[in-house]
């Protein structure tokens, strides 16, 4: 992507999450793989910890954690080439409205504001596209996305055209040779490795006690019963760590307690999730966005249904598939052989290779970029259109119905002290354990004793 001045191209992310700070940067080096990257970490309940940002491996040329109105002061300040927002909804809805008053109404050279999904859109569907509309680019991570977004802004007369088609941008790997239904299998360095099962687990789905214990007990029960195999469970964060979702009941807790302990063959991993699919057989989930991953990469992969196929589990969005099965079924060896038309709609395991897949969005934003006078920022929801619920919104993230800031900053000349800003480092980083201890062992303990 070519920058206005020809210079190396400058990409600003702001993220939410470790997640999401994960699909934000690789979009960024898909646009502009040879420009600078500045991360912005928005501060909240899911600001990534240092070991879950080493863990998603992408690296920025700068990195601070921010409130929604200093990033705006930033954006408005520093000359970028393309901003990504990649956080929740409502959080770039208030970014697109701070952003909006940072530049102002008059046409002048801005950055292209590009937004998106970081994996399968199975809830919220239109409430989530609207809070993102306004954005220059929205990216779909497949054909299937595409078209059920460009339905969603038709549907209430906003323009669609910003809708463009990619891939999720961590997809890789392709076809790779693999155990069958069991035994070992020599390596690429030659080491022999007996038949990997890999349980991708989820902070928040399923979201009672029982049904995560159950999960738990069935990969344990296949490890006892497959001596021969791996069974790896791959957790996404540690206790006290947030993602994405709020994790109140961790794997970790639940296998602490779990009668006798986990035989050898059964342990719970970390790490890169393609690291993790580099040396997988078997991915069994219920709904994870891994899914997608390992169905790109040809691994056999289980979408389990267990607990049922609900819209509440995300496991409805592979209908289809080819994909579900149960915990029965995998005993008895079952290896799920994925719908090549249904993968294909989901942007995996296709003949196009997976560079191409961001072409277009490529294209449209070296486009946008050339414009001399582009136009103000243009979200769907306005004090006209939506008055009972943007101001709320924008609220939450420090801004008012205009997309001021709330706060404004210190006045010119008036130079924190470093002193000062340990101390209130020091203090929003106490603040913020309190709040993950309260999520994470007072509010269970609460709901618990609410329920006798």
Not at 13 to 35: E, M, N, Q, Y
Not at 227 to 239: E, G, N, T, Y
Not at 395 to 416: K, S
Not at 436 to 447: D, F, L, S, T
């Amino acid at each position: 992507m070519p920058s206005r001045n020809e210079s190396p191209p400058r990409v600003a992310v702001l993220a939410d999450s470790d997640t999401r700070w994960k699909w934000g940067a690789l979009t960024a080096h898909r646009f502009a793989p040879r420009g600078a990257l500045d991360g912005f970490l928005l501060r909240g309940r899911a600001t990534p910890t240092v070991r879950q940002l080493a863990e998603v491996g992408v690296r920025a040329d700068a990195l601070r954690e921010v409130t929604g109105a200093e990033f705006t002061r930033a954006a408005g300040r520093e000359r970028y080439d393309v901003i990504v927002l990649a956080c929740v909804g409502g959080a770039v809805q208030a970014m697109l409205h701070g952003l909006a008053h940072a530049w102002g109404p008059a046409p002048a050279p801005r950055p292209v504001v590009v937004t998106g999904y970081v994996g399968v859109v199975y809830e919220k569907l239109a409430d989530g596209l609207l809070l993102r509309h306004g954005a220059d680019v929205v990216l779909a991570n497949s054909q299937d996305d595409a078209e059920r977004f460009r339905a969603v802004y038709q549907g209430v007369d906003a323009p669609s055209d910003s809708v463009i088609e990619c891939a999720l941008p961590f997809l890789e790997g392709g076809e790779r040779g693999r155990n069958e239904a069991g035994g070992s299998k020599a390596g690429e360095s030659g080491e022999v490795r007996p038949f990997t099962v890999v349980f991708a687990a989820q902070p928040s789905v399923p979201d009672s006690r029982a049904d995560r214990a159950y999960l738990l007990e069935r990969a344990v029960r296949h490890a006892r019963s497959h001596p021969d195999r791996d069974v790896l469970i791959k957790l996404r964060s540690k206790p006290g760590e947030h993602t994405t979702h709020i994790e109140e009941l961790p794997y970790q807790k639940l296998a602490q307690r779990h009668p006798g302990g986990l035989p050898p063959n059964c342990r719970l991993v970390y790490g890169h999730m393609g690291d993790v699919l580099d040396r997988t057989d078997l991915l069994v989930t219920v709904s994870s966005t891994a899914a997608l991953e390992a169905l790109h990469r040809n691994v056999p992969t289980a979408v389990l249904t267990d607990l049922g196929i609900r819209e509440a589990l995300g496991n409805h969005h592979f209908l289809g598939s080819g994909c579900l099965a149960s915990w029965d079924h995998l005993d008895a060896g079952h290896l799920p052989r994925p719908d090549p038309a249904w993968t294909a709609r989901q942007g995996v395991a296709t003949d196009r290779p997976h560079e191409r897949a961001f072409d277009t969005a490529r294209a449209r934003v070296a486009e946008l970029a050339r414009r001399a006078a582009p136009p103000p920022l243009a979200p769907y929801y306005t004090a006209a259109t939506a008055p009972g619920y943007l101001p709320g919104i924008l609220a939450r993230y420090g801004f008012d119905p205009a997309g001021r800031p709330l706060r404004e900053p210190a006045a010119p000349g008036r130079e924190e002290s470093a002193l000062r800003r340990a101390t209130r480092s020091a203090l929003r980083e106490a603040a913020r354990g309190a709040y993950r201890h309260g999520v994470q062992r007072v509010a269970p303990v609460i709901r618990r004793l609410g329920e006798l």
